[in-house]
Structures are given as C-alpha cells and as structure tokens.
C-alpha cells in the first residue's frame, strides 16, 4: 500500500494537468476491519480516515500501525519523517504520524491539520519556575505584538527556562505550531547562515523546494497559520541568526521569532528584553526550595546566612543550583567562604574593579568552587564531557574514558550529577538507559576545560569514534523495522555529528567529512536540507574525488543543489557522480543513487534524451 502511495504520487506530481496540478492527500492505517455490504467498517476504517482528513495535498502520511507492519519493505530510498504525536478528530487515543517521502515527490508541507497545536523540540522542565511572574508577562507581551523578540541575561540567569515556561503556559495564539530550535552546538563559521537556515528549516519541515529559498519555503509552510520558531542559544552564532532573523521578520509576516543569546541581534524592528537576575525574595525562594527537595533542612536561624548566600551568588538561578547541592555536605558559611574564596582567585581585585564581579564571572566562581569539591577524577570527567554538543548516556561517557574502570566512570558520573553540574532526563529508547546533558553555561565552561587537559586530543578522538560509529550504525538499519528507534538516535546524536562534520570540514579534513556524510543518504530526506549542505560542502574539499563514497557524496549534493534550483551545478555534479561511479566499477546501490539522480536532473532540465 505504501509503494502504490508513492507511486501515485509520483504520477499525479509528474503530471502536466490542464486544470493545473491535481493534488491528492493520502493516509495509511493498518488494522482489523469488519466487512458489510461490501463495504468496510469499524475504528480501523475511522481512524484510517481521520488520518487521511489532516494531510495535505500531495502528501501521504502513515500510522506508527502501518510503519510497523511495512518493516523493512519501504520502497526504494523512500523513508518517513516522524511529525509527531496529534489528536485526531472525536478519537480520544493520540496518534504518532509519518510522512513518507520519497525523490520526486513533494517534501515541504504547512503542518498537520489537528486539533491539537503542534510543540516540537521544547525541553521538558525538571522544576518549578520561581520568581519570573513579571518577566513572563513582559516577555508574552512582547512576543504578542512584535515579530522579533530577543531575550537576553547573564550566563545562568535562566532564559532558556524562562521562554519554555512561556511556551507550556500559552501556545494557543500560535495554530501553526511552537517550534524549539537549540543552536548551542553551532559554531561560526562562512557556512553559519546557510547551517542556522537548513537546521529551522528541518525542524519545521519547511524544506527548500525548487527555485525557492529556506525564507520562503518556511513562509509557505506557514501561510495560513501563525508559529513561533525560538532560536535558543544563540550566542555562537550570533551574526547567522541576526540575518536569518531579519529574513523570516521580512518575508513571513504568519512567523514571530524568539531569541535567546546574552545580547542583542542587533536588527531592524527587534524587540529586546531583559532578563534581570533573580531578586533577593525570588532567589531566596529558590534556594529554599531547592534545598527541601534534596532533603536539606533549615530553620531561622539560617535565614541570614542563606540571604547572605544568595547575595555572593547575585540572584543567578543557575549558581543557586549549584549551590543548593553542595549543603548537603556544608553548612551555609561554609558554602559562602568556598565562594568567596574562588572569586578572589578568578576575577580582578575589588580595588581595582569597584563595580565588584560580573555576573559571569560569579558564574564562573561557582562553577569552578563547585568542581573543588569533587574528587580529581569527577573534575576531569566533568571536563571530558564538554566534548559532547547535545545528550548523552551512560555508555557515551563509558566511551570517551575508555581508559578507566566503567564502574569508577559511573560513579563519578553520578557525583556530577549530584552536584548539579550534569542533567538527566529519560529516554525514549530503553535500550539506551537515561540521556544525560550540560546546560549551555555548564557546557562551554567544560568545553574550555578540555581545551586544557593533557589528554584533551585522546578524548575528542574517543569522541569523533563513537559518533562515526553511531551514523555507520544507523545507516545499516534505515530503512528496517528499528528505524524509528535509529531514527531517535540519530536525532539525540546529531548536534554530535553536527559539530564533528563542522571540524572536518574545517579542518579540510575530507576522509572524515565523506567518511560521516556518505551513510546519511537515507537520513537526507528527514534532514534533507542540512545533510544536503553538507555534501555540497564536502564536494568543495580538496581530493574529494578520490574517495570511494564520492559518488554517493555528490548525488546528495545533487539533489539538494536541484531542489534549491541550481540546475547547472546539480548536473554537474550528477555527471560526474556517474563518472567516477563508472571508474570504481560500481554496480550497486552507489551506482544506482548517481545515475537515478542524473535522470532526475536531466527531467528537471528537459533533457529527455538522457
């Protein structure tokens, strides 16, 4: 049933209808149906038609039923993207709908046509929010009447908490989805915007189509419903997001942008708002309740001690959770003089600086004070981890130590995490146990870290290992009857491969680039504009077209090259895939791939010859 969708679509797509294009909307459910006059009833048949009712024409969407019973039996470089659990109409169970896509078939759609709003990519918030009830207010008056806001605050003053709360509280002006995009693990680079733009332009679903840009492929998608995208964490990449911003502001007036960065974009029409630290009740408030949920007791005694301690921390939310975690094991003065002690070490003297410390730098105290407490091995670990961009579970971390016991990695693992200095959340694979992250403050202080432990190297290529290992992994089953869960993988990975891929690429280093991109060919039409980018970039290496995977490379560069209307560089690159294909002595799958995606190429260009 899937490959006759695809097959139909491809026919109605490839059609020159004299009415126009013909459109047709397909859904896919699989279960038992009862039989009646020749016709077909029951909730299988109604929930089949559920499905169809929400899809767009040209699309074909199935239930996570279908995508079990399909297996392995996908057609040929077809795949699906995972858009997601919706309530469909008078039916009480949600369901998780697939779009399948497929070359030569449509792949940008506006969202689903459900009841219920789409929220996609939002972290889940471990804790109550404490103190924030006016700068919510100010913020959700601000995103309701400006098409670019920008949050900013200190390092640790809690904007990414503060902006979830916003989204979980009130998403209903959006109908067209909230959609959270974590740029923490981009770096900047010349390829900055075109990384911002494929990473949104994924997240959303707004893939790029023929002879149209990200801008106005996410534009379309949205053209009937107002979203909100927020851009989280921005400030690696500040210049990219301020042009990809002021793009999105100009030309899709359904779109409001929401920034989080520690200043300004700097852009015509922004709207900035500051996030302030925590005043003194607010922040005493959090780390009272901090406290009695890690079983610290207090009585009033303590109370100026405590308001002491939140002083030394200035109000930062992030620093209070640090704090909180070492009272287990100290008294409050203790705690304080720890502090004090730290901050005198890593910031001028007050004599010289009578504005006192930043709020970075507090930050930077804290976090540093509270490493002190931790075992020499706990502090390297904590260290290590800035290798990693996004989560991470048990057996990640087991890897990049590689060199230790497993069960002292843990350990010190779990003092990391009772230090508050690492986050865990459940997986949704359990196979892979609980997903670990730092928060971006946590991160980058780690990741300098690295930059100084002496076997630094040792641990980023443990890293750059595992992370070749996982895309080789996946590519072997997607498609297959797991590929949801590699699916999954790949996804809590990918701000891995990300920055693995920007290293590569920086670095000239084409072995790896070629090495990393070459198996996400099935991947490409889930991630299809940013995977697409990346062969573009690599066909740029040097000696590209010595490598055996070049062909494979180059078809996906193709392809996206075709799709953003670059015929001429797609068909060169096509001809050279098949080419360099013919010189290998290819007779498989990468034989297949450039010669499909010439014939492609050549129909788009109206060469029918070839």
Request: hydrophobic share 45%; glycine share 8%; net charge negative.
């Amino acid at each position: 049933a899937v490959a006759a969708a695809v097959v139909a679509q491809r026919r109605l797509h490839g059609t020159a209808w004299r009415t126009g294009q013909l459109r047709s909307r397909m859904g896919l459910h699989a279960g038992p149906a009862l039989p009646r006059d020749g016709d077909w009833f029951g909730p299988t048949v109604n929930r089949a038609a559920r499905l169809h009712a929400v899809a767009h024409g040209g699309q074909i969407v199935v239930s996570a039923a279908v995508l079990a019973e399909v297996g392995e039996r996908l057609p040929e470089r077809a795949a699906v993207r995972d858009l997601g659990e919706h309530r469909l109409r008078d039916l009480g169970e949600p369901e998780r709908i697939f779009q399948v896509e497929a070359p030569g078939l449509p792949q940008a759609f506006p969202p689903l046509r459900t009841e219920q709003h789409p929220i996609r990519g939002v972290p889940i918030p471990p804790t109550r929010l404490v103190g924030r009830g006016s700068q919510l207010e100010q913020l959700t008056e601000a995103v309701s009447a400006n098409p670019l806001v920008t949050l900013v605050g200190a390092p640790g003053a809690g904007k990414t908490r503060l902006v979830v709360e916003l989204v979980r509280r009130r998403h209903e002006p959006w109908t067209g989805g909230v959609w959270f995009c974590s740029l923490a693990s981009l770096a900047s680079s010349g390829q900055g915007a075109e990384q911002v733009g494929a990473l949104v332009g994924d997240l959303v679903g707004a893939f790029a189509a023929e002879s149209s840009s990200v801008l106005s492929a996410i534009a379309s998608a949205f053209a009937e419903r107002p979203a909100l995208i927020v851009l989280d964490g921005c400030d690696r990449v500040l210049d990219e997001v301020a042009t990809l911003a002021e793009g999105i502001a100009a030309t899709c007036e359904n779109v409001t942008i929401l920034a989080t960065s520690r200043e300004r974009l700097g852009v015509v029409g922004e709207c900035v708002v500051e996030l302030p630290v925590l005043d003194a009740s607010s922040a005493l408030e959090l780390l009272a309740e901090r406290c009695e949920s890690l079983g610290v007791t207090s009585g009033p005694a303590d109370h100026d001690h405590l308001a002491d301690l939140v002083a030394a921390l200035d109000g930062l939310p992030l620093a209070i959770e640090l704090a909180a975690a070492h009272l287990r094991t100290r008294s409050v003065p203790e705690v304080i003089a720890g502090l004090s002690a730290w901050s005198t070490r890593s910031v001028p003297s007050r004599s010289t600086r009578a504005s006192g410390p930043s709020h970075h730098e507090t930050m930077e105290a804290a976090i540093a004070w509270s490493l002190e407490r931790l075992d020499p091995a706990a502090r390297e670990l904590f260290a290590a981890l800035g290798v990693f961009s996004g989560s991470f579970t048990t057996d990640d971390v087991r890897a990049i130590a590689a060199d230790r016991d497993p069960s002292d990695v843990d350990r010190d693992l779990q003092s990391l995490l009772e230090a508050s200095l690492v986050s865990r959340r459940p997986s949704t694979d359990a196979t892979r146990g609980s997903h670990y992250r730092l928060l971006h403050t946590l991160r980058r202080d780690a990741a300098q870290r690295l930059r100084n432990l002496p076997d630094g190297v040792v641990v980023r290529q443990r890293w750059a290992d595992s992370v070749i290992d996982t895309v080789h992994l996946a590519a072997g089953r997607l498609p297959g009857p797991d590929e949801a869960r590699w699916v999954g993988r790949l996804r809590d990975q990918w701000p891995d491969v990300r920055s693995l891929l920007e290293d590569a690429v920086a670095d000239a280093s084409t072995d790896l680039a070629v090495r990393l991109v070459a198996p996400l060919v099935h991947h490409s039409t889930m991630r299809g504009v940013e995977v697409g980018g990346w062969a573009v970039r690599c066909c740029d290496l040097p000696g590209v077209w010595d490598h055996p995977n070049a062909p494979r490379v180059a078809s996906m560069a193709s392809e996206l090259l075709l799709r953003t209307g670059n015929l001429q560089r797609a068909t060169e690159l096509a001809e050279q895939a098949v080419a360099r294909s013919a010189e290998l002595g290819e007779d498989g799958q990468g034989s297949w791939l450039a010669h499909s995606t010439l014939a492609l190429v050549a129909l788009a260009g109206g060469d029918l010859a070839t």
